[in-house]
């Protein structure tokens, strides 16, 4: 069965790629013609954009979503998303599911992937992490952001997930922002990533249902440090995965 199961889900990886790949093709001259458009309604319109061509992935995909906690943000307010990362699938469900116009700090070299790259470039703050200028750079962007009323979406693992642990240690960049800005923070846990796209695998698709939690709120405490932060936001987001995860 293991055997037979390795050979469809190759079958569905390659579906998967085409009805991924087909209407991002079609909204792509919408994506490059929105550059004309001042922040923060270009990116409004590209998540709006990027909504209507992942719910169209995830239909054809076999892919089921469920999102839960989207009530914690009050309308008026943008907060610092920080979000566990296991698997390729995250970004879709996480950048169209987070209420409003927001923005995902992202690794510089994917931008460079021909045509997807636009699109990759349109919806993220790009970051090269082995280049200290452009760390820094990266971290005045997303105030920015902040500043223009949009969520920031931000991966505190730094990249995926490919330990048995529930939670890689978390960098400091996401805390460190809430500090400075004065943004609250809403976790959020992605559930069952890993299962339909193995970090380990290589062209692996198994289509299943996704789960995304948003957590209530944490806000900076009086005289609390971010390294202080960090470690409150580790411990609530890691108990929660241990309790929800395969319920």
Do not use: Q
């Given at each position: 069965m293991h055997f037979l199961?390795?050979?469809?889900?190759?079958?569905?990886?390659?579906?998967?790629?085409?009805?991924?790949?087909?209407?991002?093709?079609?909204?792509?001259?919408?994506?490059?013609?929105?550059?004309?458009?001042?922040?923060?309604?270009?990116?409004?319109?590209?998540?709006?954009?990027?909504?209507?061509?992942i719910k169209l992935f995830f239909c054809f995909s076999f892919v089921r979503r469920k999102y839960i906690g989207k009530d914690f943000f009050t309308p008026g307010e943008n907060y610092i998303v920080v979000c566990n990362h296991n698997s390729f699938m995250d970004v879709p469900i996480c950048s169209v599911g987070i209420p409003g116009a927001n923005r995902?700090?992202?690794?510089?070299s994917?931008?460079?992937?021909?045509?997807?790259?636009?699109?990759?470039?349109?919806?993220?703050?790009?970051?090269?992490?082995?280049?200290?200028?452009?760390?820094?750079?990266?971290?005045s962007k997303m105030k920015a952001v902040l500043d223009l009323g949009m969520h920031m979406c931000i991966y505190p693992e730094g990249t995926r997930n490919k330990t048995t642990n529930t939670l890689q240690p978390f960098h400091d960049g996401a805390f460190k922002l809430s500090v400075e800005s004065g943004k609250s923070i809403i976790p959020a846990l992605i559930f069952n990533s890993k299962k339909i796209i193995p970090p380990n695998h290589f062209f692996y698709f198994w289509p299943g249902k996704l789960e995304m939690h948003?957590?209530?709120?944490?806000?900076?405490?009086?005289?609390?440090?971010?390294?202080?932060?960090?470690?409150?936001?580790?411990?609530?987001?890691?108990?929660?995965?241990l309790l929800h995860n395969n319920q």
């Open positions: 199961k390795n050979i469809f889900a190759r079958f569905f990886a390659l579906w998967a790629f085409l009805v991924f790949i087909t209407p991002m093709l079609i909204i792509l001259p919408f994506v490059w013609l929105i550059g004309l458009i001042d922040e923060p309604k270009r990116t409004f319109i590209f998540i709006n954009l990027s909504r209507v061509w995902t700090i992202a690794k510089i994917m931008s460079k992937i021909p045509l997807f790259g636009l699109i990759y470039k349109r919806g993220s703050v790009l970051v090269d992490r082995k280049n200290n200028e452009s760390r820094k750079a990266s971290f948003f957590l209530k709120p944490v806000s900076l405490s009086p005289n609390e440090t971010f390294l202080e932060l960090k470690e409150r936001v580790f411990k609530i987001m890691n108990d929660y995965y």
